[in-house]
């Protein structure tokens, strides 16, 4: 993981931790910084957690850290900016807090920045096992990963982009509207998610209808539905017999099922035990070989 855009005494400071339970670093311009380690906020200190008040390291210059992190060429992210983050190299996501400049009822830029929060991708290798096992043992079915922000939506499916392509040879295109799911570079260096297609840009509904037409995918893998555009494109997949497969911030169950989806999937907590829905947010009962026997007929 690089992390070469923040200053040295917080990538001095980071060493002494394990990255795999890093998650998250806010910088707030003139107060301590923040981390969120093993599930829990805690101010930074000079060798890892602070230990007292003396210890803590404070952020004062918010943005050369935001400058740096762009390589010098902060306009080349305008289009993700209006969306009040940028995603950088390795996936890392930059949320921005500042003045939100507007235009026709939409953010146009933000400026006088204020603070900025950094969150840390993770590879977890295996995490998706009991839903792959549970649901896609006879194949994908589309399905939506639904939680609060933070509990691991995208590093699952990160996983389960992996798992399929271990389970059978099939077309898998990853539409990565963040670049955050395989965050792959300008050279083409991301997460090894195997034999996949991806497909990056900023608008899912502008970009689906052509990926479709282009790589002809039996899977498509994509991130954080919200509002009628992305509804509308999943719903376009799916009325192309293609498989979706995809996660979002909306929890409010009324509101799920009105997508065109199979099965819910809804995280709880980190490392915790997926909660398996119906598309009529029936709890799924896994019945092996019965549940495979009717899908198949279902199709055929």
Known sequence: MSLSFLPDDIKSALSHLNYNFLTEIRLRRGQPVIIEYQGAYRYLGRYGVS??????????????????????????????????????????????????????????????ITSLNIRIPHDVVGCSGSIVNSLFR?????????????????????????????????????????????????????????????????????????????????????????????IAAVKYITDCGITVIASSHVCDKNILKEMPFEYFVELKSINGQPIIYDKNFNSYCDSSADDCARRFSVRG
């Open 51 to 112: 230990a007292n008040d003396a210890d803590r390291l404070y952020i004062l210059d918010i943005s050369s850290v935001l400058n740096a992190a762009t390589g010098g060429c902060i306009y080349g992210y305008t289009e993700q900016i209006k969306s009040g983050f940028i995603t950088v190299e390795h996936g890392v996501r930059i949320g921005i807090a500042g003045e939100y400049v507007t235009e026709n009822g939409k953010v146009n830029t933000i400026k006088n």
């Open 138 to 230: 006879c194949g994908p079915v589309s399905t939506l990963i639904f939680s609060k922000p933070g509990l691991g939506k995208t590093t699952m499916l990160r996983d389960i982009a992996r798992s399929i392509i271990k389970l059978q040879i099939c077309n898998v295109l990853i539409f990565d509207e963040r670049g955050e799911i395989a965050a792959i570079d300008a050279y083409g260096d991301g997460f090894d998610l195997g034999a996949v297609d991806v497909v990056r840009c900023y608008n899912k509904k502008g970009a689906i209808a052509s990926a479709v037409r282009a790589m002809k995918p039996q899977i498509i893998i994509t991130d954080e539905l919200y509002g009628s555009d992305d």
